[in-house]
Every structure is written in structure tokens, then in C-alpha cells.
């Protein structure tokens, strides 16, 4: 028996935009590449959004890493990753490519929260270091995520309408994030 309460009915699953987009990292000297559907396939189908958020994070922080460091190649290993998002699908998604979870270098940090932004995008800052490098990701203030996204997930006691919405909500952000390249989608400072 599951571990998690009631699941919440899904809606039918529509096609990822750009499924051939890839993520690349290395690894003691093997390149290992990460497509989204890789990263849904580690975390499971509860979090869409956060999964797209990591993959967009990574995407535009991994070029900008890669261009400082030596051979123009990001060890995964090397990677650390800092945020106030703590939601489980960007979690899985930096594990996944990273490893920074299991190797302690995955740090939830509610201060790094721009909350001058207000409550919409506040969270939505990821910070990736390798070396020397460091690369801040913030998320762009056009439309991304809906408010009443955030406003949904932080009512308690959601009916079983609203759980139903929540989850087209999650997928609807999934493709805005995904049908654009990710400079579309984060900032670097």
C-alpha cells in the first residue's frame, strides 16, 4: 500500500514540447545527457512543474557553467545547488542530474527567497555552483506561474474539484515553461 494519501485524478497526459531537448553533465569522464522524460520518469507524475522548473534552471545555468570551467565541461558532481524552493520535483530533477541530494549538496534555504517579487515568484531561485563559477537562475515575470497556481496550493483542505484543477494547473505550467527556451524562462545574475 502507498505511502500517500489519496491521488489526486490526473488529467489526460498531453505531449512535452521539446521532448529532444537535453541536459549534459560528465561524470569521471563520461558525458551523461538527461532529457525531461528522464527526469519524470525518476520523479513520478506528481510534480510537472517543479520537474520543469529544475530542467529550465539547468538548462540555463549548465552553458554558462560549462563556459568556465576547464574543457568547457560540467562534472555533476560538482554541482551545488541552492534555493528556497522546496518542492519535490525540482528536487528530483537536480538529484537526478546532479546527485546533490544524496551528497549533501542540495540546500533549501528559505533566505534566498526574493520575496520583493511577491508571492508568485518569490521561490523560484536557484542558485548552481561549480569551482569558482556560480550562476543564480531567477524566474522571469511573464506569466510563467499562474497566481492562482500558487494561491491553489496553499489552500488547505482542497476539494476534490480543486485537486482535479490543481493538476491541469501543474501541467499547464509545464508546457508554458517547456515551449520556451529556457533564457525564456530564467534570468542569470
Known sequence: MSKHAATPERPEQTPVPH???????????????????????????????????AFAALGRALPVLAASSAGGRVERRDITVSTPFGGPGARDTFELVTRAVTENR??????????ERGNTLARYVFELSTGDATVTCVLRNDGIVADEFIELTGKPDKTAAELAHLEVLKLQMRDRILERDPAAVYDVE
Do not use: I
Not at 542540495?106 to 520575496?115: A, F, I, M, Q, W
Open 106 to 115: 542540495y540546500n533549501v534555504l528559505p533566505e534566498l527567497s526574493r520575496t
Open 19 to 53: 521532448p529532444d531537448r537535453t541536459l549534459t553533465v560528465w561524470e569521471d569522464g563520461v558525458e551523461l545527457t538527461f532529457t525531461f522524460s528522464d527526469c519524470m520518469k525518476y520523479h513520478g507524475p506528481g510534480f510537472p512543474g517543479g520537474v520543469a522548473h
